[in-house]
Nanobody, 120 residues
Framework: QVQLVESGGGLVQPGGSLRLSCAAS????????MGWYRQSPGKQRELVAS???????NYPPSVTGRFTISRDNAKNTMYLQMNNLEPEDAAVYYC??????????????WGQGTQVTVSS
């Protein structure tokens, strides 16, 4: 079992910054992909940042240049740095990690979600 625990959400003014963290625990052998998603009321969950196991990153146009995904392998933690936040960025943010754990078993785990509110 791979568990993900998120932290770092909160209230920020438009133009402000937040950094989300996602700490993983479990016997992870190899990561296939990591990602950050968000979901606001009445909308589908959308991918806002991804990082392949080799380190390549991808962002949708709506957050390109403002959001950055990164990871610290020593701490088994991934991050989402969000700058110049806009009211439209308000949502519950979820981290996701896919890969293999000990014994060659595939996993696809989600964090519990953390609320980001952007308001003056």
């Amino acid at each position: 079992q791979v568990q993900l625990v998120e932290s770092g959400g909160g209230l920020v003014q438009p133009g402000g910054s937040l950094r989300l963290s996602c700490a993983a625990s479990g016997n992870i052998v190899e990561i296939h992909q990591m990602g950050w998603y968000r979901q606001s009321p009445g909308k589908q969950r959308e991918l806002v940042a991804s990082m392949a196991g080799g380190g390549n990153t991808n962002y949708p146009p709506s957050v390109t240049g403002r959001f950055t995904i990164s990871r610290d392998n020593a701490k088994n933690t991934m991050y989402l740095q969000m700058n110049n936040l806009e009211p439209e960025d308000a949502a519950v943010y979820y981290c996701n990690v896919k890969g293999w754990r000990s014994g060659g078993r595939w996993f696809d785990s989600w964090g519990q979600g953390t609320q980001v509110t952007v308001s003056s």
